[in-house]
Each structure stands twice: as C-alpha cells, then as structure tokens.
C-alpha cells in the first residue's frame, strides 16, 4: 500500500470548483506534487511544492497543504481537465524515497 | 526542446532479462537525478528506481530490488535499466523521468517524462 492515499474518483460539473486529496504522513515533513494523465498520454506536472505550476499550466490550478493532506484545486473546471491526477511525495523509509499515491480519476460532468 | 526517450521493451519470458535504454536531450543530463516509473496496465504510477547526477547513489523501490540495475553515462547523455528475473507483475509501460528537487529535498517532483517503453512478461 501507497504512504500516500487518494480518493479514486472525484467529478465535478462543468465550470464548478473541484478539490483533489492526497493524504499521508510523510506530507508533514515533505511537500506533494501533482500530476495530470489522460488515457494514452505520459503523465504531466501540473503543480510541485507548496504552490508551484510550471510554465504552461493554467492557473485555474493550485495547491495547498493542511496537516498530513495536501490538496489540488481546480476553480473552474474545463472538459479538457477530465483525466487522472497522481500526487507524489517522499516515504518513510531511510532514504525518504518518492512515492505516488494511488491517482484519482476526474470526471467533468 | 527538452526530452526524453525510452527504447528497449519487449516481450520477454518469465524469468528473462531485458536492458532499457532512455535517451536525453536539450537539458544538462549531468545535473540531474534521472528516474524509471512504471505504470502496469489500467493501474497507477509506480516510481522504480532513481540515480545520482554522477552514478554514484542508486536507489530502488523494493520490489525490484537486487533484480534491476539502474545507470547512466553522462558521456552518452543516456540512462539505462536492466531488468533480470523478471516477473509477471512487471509488465508495464517503463517511463524515464528527470527528478527535479529543492528545499534540502523536502519537495522532489519528476519534471520530464518520455512516452514510454512497454515491457510484457509472459510465456
């Protein structure tokens, strides 16, 4: 089992606000990252550290951390949004390895 | 433009080897910590391994352990995976990433992902 949780889907009506949680120890001590899949594609960072969207990434995307669950927000869903988000962090073991939590499917309505 | 790109996957039997290679461009290869995730089919990503900038700290997840080797030559720009004994559940797109990291390592992301190479194990 993951040291990093997440719901296995979430939907969201179109235009509407939508949280994404992943949950775990370690996110106490390190920060979540996350990432967008759709069916057939590599995965893309869309968010990394406290609140950080790389280059290209609309910032209808944010982050947030509260306690051991970090959160990616998404205010104003589009169609296009609906994918699989996997949030990433670091383990528990001696060398704090990465980890990915188990992806929660999005579904746009 | 920045990438990565897996080669190397096949079909293999149970038990077999395979080597994957991953070929970087338009970035500071040398600078970089380099990463092979999986992904099995229908299921989740799954981080395999991961090596220093120099080769010289390798790390694995432990269900791989002491059956896959990941290197680099930083000279070739290239990061490899040997895979040995493997087994069924192996079976999955390997994709070669580029970690990225900061603040004493409390954040570590993977920013650069390839298409995949698939590897299926089955006799």
């Known amino acids: 089992s993951s040291e990093v949780t997440q719901d296995p889907a979430v939907s969201v009506a179109l235009g509407q606000t939508v949280r994404i949680s992943c949950q775990g120890d370690?996110?106490?001590?390190?920060?979540a990252n996350w990432y967008q899949q759709k069916p057939g594609q590599a995965p893309v960072l869309v968010m990394s550290?406290?609140?950080n969207r790389p280059s290209g990434i609309p910032d209808r995307f944010s982050g947030s951390i509260s306690g051991n669950t970090a959160s990616l927000t998404i205010t104003g869903a589009l169609a296009e949004d609906e994918a699989d988000y996997y949030c990433?962090?670091?383990?528990?073991?001696?060398?704090?390895?990465?980890?990915f939590g188990g992806g929660t499917k999005l579904t746009v309505l | 433009e920045m990438q990565v790109v897996e080669s190397g996957g096949g079909l293999v039997q149970p038990g077999g080897s395979l080597r994957l290679s991953c070929a970087a461009s338009?970035?500071?290869?040398?600078?970089?910590?380099m990463s092979w995730v999986r992904q099995a089919p229908g299921k989740g990503l799954e981080w395999v391994a991961n090596?220093?900038?120099?080769?010289?700290?390798?790390y694995y997840v432990d269900s791989v352990r002491g059956r896959f080797t990941i290197s680099r030559d930083n000279a070739k720009n290239s990061l490899y995976l040997h895979l040995n004994s493997l087994r069924a559940e192996d079976t999955a797109l390997y994709y070669c990433v580029r970690d990225n990291y900061g603040d004493n390592g409390a954040i570590w992301y993977f920013d650069l992902w390839g298409r995949g190479t698939p590897v299926t194990v089955s006799s």
């Open positions: 550290g406290k609140n």
């Open positions: 338009g970035f500071l290869f040398n600078n970089y910590y």
């Open positions: 370690t996110l106490r001590s390190y920060y």
């Open positions: 090596i220093k900038e120099d080769g010289s700290e390798t």
């Open positions: 990433n962090s670091r383990d528990s073991s001696e060398f704090h390895l990465p980890v």
